[in-house]
């Protein structure tokens, strides 16, 4: 069964930082295109973050840009975000997801797998 499975969000203040984390099993991910979406309430699922197989190309949405930081690790088959300077806006569900293909894509349709989701949640 393959599974994808997020940890690491919580309650936090404005500035500080999290770190999450992706396990990804049931599957060989290594040559899987990573990323990260997020939802608040009331809105659409957005597009975070992502990483390619190799790890060696990234690329992250405007707004976190700067702050926001995607690794993986494909001996441990997990992926990670690292949240830095959280704002409240930054507030929402993160999931994490699987293209099979490899494609960076920054849109919902191409991710094949996807996790549960964790919630983070931001207060000025």
């Known amino acids: 069964q393959v599974q994808l499975v997020e940890s690491g969000g919580g309650l936090v203040q404005a500035g500080d930082s999290l770190r999450l984390s992706c396990a990804a099993s049931?599957?060989?991910?290594?040559?899987?295109?990573m990323a990260w979406f997020r939802q608040a309430p009331g809105k659409e699922r957005e597009f975070v973050a992502v990483?390619?197989?190799?790890?060696?190309?990234?690329y992250s949405a405007d707004p976190v840009k700067g702050r926001f930081t995607i690794s993986r690790d494909n001996r441990k088959n997990t992926v990670y975000l690292q949240m830095n300077n959280l704002r409240p806006e930054d507030t929402a569900v993160y999931y994490c997801?699987?293209?099979?293909?490899?494609?960076?894509?920054?849109?919902?349709?191409?991710?094949?797998?996807w996790g549960q989701g964790t919630q983070v949640t931001v207060s000025s």
């Open positions: 049931g599957r060989t991910f290594s040559r899987d295109a």
């Open positions: 990483i390619t197989w190799v790890g060696d190309s990234t």
């Open positions: 997801a699987a293209n099979r293909g490899g494609v960076p894509a920054t849109g919902v349709a191409p991710y094949d797998y």
